[in-house]
């Protein structure tokens, strides 16, 4: 059974990609392993994302600190730094079914652990409950975030995979959306909190059963050249990254990208509070962020399965982003609304349009490094500088503000809320993304991948001069 999937027998539904006398083909199937890698992926990023809109009204139900709340989102991150080598190793040696099939358990025990956990009269055992699920889902995280580049290489041709990588890897992204708008539609008081959780556990567990009865290592034939290849070991794959500069510039530059568009996406609240916006409106530049996300991700997929253009679109978006936090960093003040939506967009925009290539960049300098490797050790670095942040965030303040019904009031009376200046922290954040966007153009990678399937082409074609490639060459030519 762990082994079914579905295989398209149809003409319509398999492509052949011929590399002269060698045919590679790709299956109908691939797609509906690409929907259980994203569902997985939505799932687990709402899991990780519940508590972020609700923190008052959790802290009450739960009777404990702001703090405590927040650790139910910090631990993912924190979660991810060590687990993240397992996970590449995962992929790297047992391959991507039983990686993604002990990410959807992981995930779907952790988030039934804590609907359980709700039933407790005790708000502490509640609050106990509710932290081991999330620590328990949490594991899961490096296994799914570590895939979409291998997946990609593993069913899709060469000529599709960057358009899958971009759907498996703006998953997250968009789990983080619709987490945050389930809890904070369905979440008015604690009572609700337990419906909430019940909308979590019941995906969860549903796609983690799916993942276990369809997920497939790999279709039957390769898609490629590449996809057929031997990979390195683990250990022989790690020694060779360590000692390829371009990959520790990649780490750097990207690294520093990820980490900052997870932090400043999940503080937008906090760092505009001080200034009169509500969590509604800081709810306006999160979707502003995702949905032109969404888009810049879909327009760079697109053009770089046809283009193969990945130092001009990756240094492009990099400069575009910095761009975009620039404006951010100097329109964050009062009334200036339609500014700070605009400033959102374009961070969304040209920060999610680097993210798959970014991670199909990582494949081509690397390559035969394992797919899964390269981009986990990526995932690691920028999870533990995310968690940096947002500890740096907090501390790097200047005075605050109290508020009553959103007007300031002297802080020596009565008051509703305090909001802090967090200005030190966007300065923070400009120059990281300044420097993230100096080492990006410092790049000049060999694309070792594409010039692996053009050698392999070019010797096919001198033995079967009659036949030629119409998947690969093309786009090689193009180069």
């Given at each position: 059974?762990?082994g079914t999937g579905v295989q398209a027998s149809d003409p319509s539904a398999e ?54 709340i927040d650790v139910q989102s910090i631990v993912f991150m924190a979660v991810s ?399």
């Open positions: 059974m762990g492509v052949a990609h011929k590399e002269a006398h060698h045919a590679f083909r790709v299956y109908g199937s691939r797609w509906f392993m690409l929907a259980i890698l994203v569902l997985l992926q939505i799932s687990n990023a709402m899991v990780w994302i519940g508590f972020s809109p609700i923190i008052s009204i959790a802290q009450h139900y739960y009777d404990t600190t702001v703090t405590m730094v060590p687990l993240g080598f397992v996970g590449s190793w995962a992929l790297n040696t047992l391959g991507l079914r039983k990686s993604i099939v002990a990410a959807g358990a992981l995930n779907g025990l952790g988030a039934a652990i804590r609907f359980a956990g709700d039933f407790a009269s005790s708000p502490t055992t509640r609050l106990v409950m509710t932290t081991v699920g999330q620590v328990i889902a949490a594991c899961a995280q490096p296994f799914l975030l570590d895939s979409p580049t291998l997946f990609a290489a593993t069913w899709f041709a060469p000529d599709q995979r960057a358009e899958a990588n971009t759907i498996a890897s703006v998953a997250n992204p968009l789990g983080i959306a619709i987490g945050s708008l389930v809890s904070g539609l369905m979440v008015n008081t604690g009572s609700d909190i337990r419906w909430m959780l019940l909308a979590n556990a019941a995906p969860a567990v549903a796609f983690a059963l799916l993942a276990l009865v369809f997920f497939k290592d790999k279709p039957p034939t390769p898609p490629s050249h590449s996809a057929e290849m031997q990979h390195d070991s683990f250990k022989d794959g790690f020694k060779k990254l360590m000692k390829n500069g371009n990959y520790w510039l990649l780490l750097f530059g990207f690294g520093i990208g990820i980490a900052l568009i997870s932090s400043i996406s999940s503080l937008l609240n906090q760092l505009t509070a001080i200034n009169g916006y509500t969590s509604d409106q800081a709810g306006y530049f999160s979707l502003g962020m995702v949905g032109t996300g969404l888009v810049g991700a879909g327009i760079s997929g697109a053009i770089l399965d046809k283009t193969k253009a990945f130092m001009t679109l990756f240094k492009t978006s990099f400069v575009g982003a910095l761009g975009g936090v620039l404006m951010f960093t100097f329109v964050n003040k009062p009334n200036r609304l339609a500014e700070l939506i605009v400033a959102n967009c374009i961070i969304g925009f040209f920060a999610f349009a680097a993210l798959p290539v970014g991670m199909e960049l990582c494949a081509e300098c690397t390559f035969p490094v394992s797919e899964g490797l390269s981009a986990g050790l990526i995932w690691v670095f920028s999870q533990a500088l995310s968690t940096m942040f947002l500890f740096a965030t907090n501390a790097a303040t200047d005075g605050y503000k109290c508020f009553t019904n959103a007007t300031v009031v002297p802080c020596t009376g009565p008051y509703d809320n305090k909001y802090y200046d967090y200005k030190p922290a966007m300065y923070m954040f400009l120059g990281f993304t300044a420097a993230a966007t100096l080492a990006v153009l410092c790049l000049n990678v060999t694309y070792k991948r594409l010039e692996s399937e053009r050698e392999y082409a070019s010797q096919s074609d001198a033995q079967s001069p009659a036949q030629t490639s119409d998947a690969i060459t093309p786009l090689l030519a193009q180069n």
